[in-house]
T-cell receptor, first 113, second 111 residues
Framework: KAGVTQTPRYLIKTRGQQVTLSCSPISGHRSVSWYQQTPGQGLQFLFE???????NKGNFPGRFSGRQFSNSRSEMNVSTLELGDSALYLCASSKGASNTEAFFGQGTRLTVV | QKEVEQDPGPLSVPEGAIVSLNCTYS??????FMWYRQYSRKGPELLMY????GNKEDGRFTAQVDKSSKYISLFIRDSQPSDSATYLC???????????FGTGTSLTVIP
């Protein structure tokens, strides 16, 4: 059974640019959550999608957005990149609507220069 | 104050030792508790998933939840060098799949 796939694995962008990250969940999973991981803050919740609807959103600026497609694949977009956006972005896949086990992908490491 | 507190370590133990990892939390609404293991440059791997208070065992791993004290633990028996990683606790309230994470404890098991 294939796991959670995130692309690309590594990305280098310049301040002010925008970036799109992709996540393909485990087959049959309908919930996708996104997290930002930094050494100082740990894992912080960005948002969660279930059946193409955003259900929860963390405390991040509007520059961070996402969407989910009918096949459950999800994309995350960050506009007007700042140096502080450099982080490991992790996608988690869950089968059900709530409180089901979450399985993470390998992450996309974004470096903003 | 963060909702989930976890001692960052680092923790260093000899091979074969029993390891105890702990988290405390402040939100009494948390009902689901998880432990993840994360190797360097990898995504977190789910180790244990428990609901409410009590113990759950899986091989060398035992997860313990004490809701009255708002305290959870992960015990690793007969620790191996391959257990060297960062261990993250996570918890959720019961609505949606939003999880709150500790900052992680770095563990090194010395052969």
């Amino acid at each position: 059974k294939a796991g959670v796939t995130q692309t690309p694995r590594y990305l280098i962008k310049t301040r002010g640019q925008q970036v799109t990250l992709s996540c393909s969940p485990i087959s049959g999973h309908r919930s996708v959550s996104w997290y930002q991981q930094t050494p100082g803050q740990g894992l912080q919740f960005l948002f969660e999608y279930f059946s193409e609807t955003q259900r929860n959103k963390g405390n991040f600026p509007g520059r961070f957005s996402g969407r989910q497609f009918s096949n459950s694949r999800s994309e995350m977009n960050v506009s007007t990149l700042e140096l502080g956006d450099s982080a490991l972005y992790l996608c988690a896949s869950s089968k059900g609507a709530s409180n089901t086990e979450a399985f993470f992908g390998q992450g996309t490491r974004l470096t903003v220069v | 104050q963060k909702e989930v507190e976890q001692d960052p370590g680092p923790l260093s133990v000899p091979e074969g030792a029993i390891v105890s990892l702990n988290c405390t939390y402040s939100n009494s609404a948390f009902q689901y508790f998880m432990w993840y293991r994360q190797y360097s440059r990898k995504g977190p791997e789910l180790l244990m998933y428990t609901y409410s208070s009590g113990n759950k065992e899986d091989g060398r791993f035992t997860a313990q939840v004490d809701k009255s004290s708002k305290y959870i633990s992960l015990f690793i028996r007969d620790s191996q060098p391959s257990d060297s990683a960062t261990y993250l606790c996570a918890m959720s309230e019961g609505t949606g799949n939003q999880f709150y994470f500790g900052t992680g404890t770095s563990l090194t098991v010395i052969p």
